[in-house]
């Protein structure tokens, strides 16, 4: 009924950028936050960025600076625009968003299927 389908994911150089998208679809009533999040290979998964309802942001210490969260609500989606990639920056990236459902009145966590980056020379 709802899905998230992120994009944008790839190779890239150190120093260089990608900008992942984050699409959000199905039967939607209100989305009350979108975020980002990465796992690398026996690392536990972390925060990246978020944005809740109210527009405030969310980032990492690790990616303060170099990685900015935004938002077009009027399409459901959500960026990560990310700048200055290290090659720390590795690792499966996953879009989560706050749901609440068209006829519900609880909110639901939601998980996109997740996009690699890798930063290599």
Known sequence: QVQLVESGG?????GGSLRLSCAASGSIFTINAMGWYRQAPGKERE????ITSGGSTNYADSVKGRF???R???KNTV????NG???EDTAVYYCNAVIVR???WRSENYW????QVTVSS
């Open 10 to 14: 790839g190779l890239v150089q150190p």
């Open 47 to 50: 925060l990246v960025a978020a």
């Open 68 to 70: 900015t969260i935004s």
């Open 72 to 74: 077009d609500n009027a």
């Open 79 to 82: 960026y990560l625009q990310m």
């Open 85 to 87: 990639l290290k090659p």
């Open 102 to 104: 068209k006829c519900e």
């Open 112 to 115: 996109g299927q997740g996009t």
